[in-house]
């Protein structure tokens, strides 16, 4: 089994599709739960971008890393 997704512009897109994939009889699942997850990514990039800009970010060289 594989998984395709799908990133839906607008309601009526979400219409058309779901209702091609009834037309074709396939089976799927709408998954609104990646949405809080993508919510709270971009809140920690942004603030991450807001320290790095306010010079609170820190860089190692990489032999300093391993």
Not at 17 to 32: P, Q, T, V, W
Not at 42 to 60: E, I, N, Q, V, W
């Amino acid at each position: 089994m594989e998984t395709l997704r799908v990133d839906i512009q607008n309601e009526q897109e979400k219409r058309v599709l779901l209702a091609f994939l009834d037309s074709l009889d396939y089976n799927y699942r709408i998954d609104n739960e990646s949405d809080a997850v993508l919510e709270q990514q971009a809140k920690d990039l942004a603030s991450r971008k807001a320290d790095f800009l306010a010079g609170k970010a820190s860089s190692l060289p990489w032999s300093e890393t391993k």
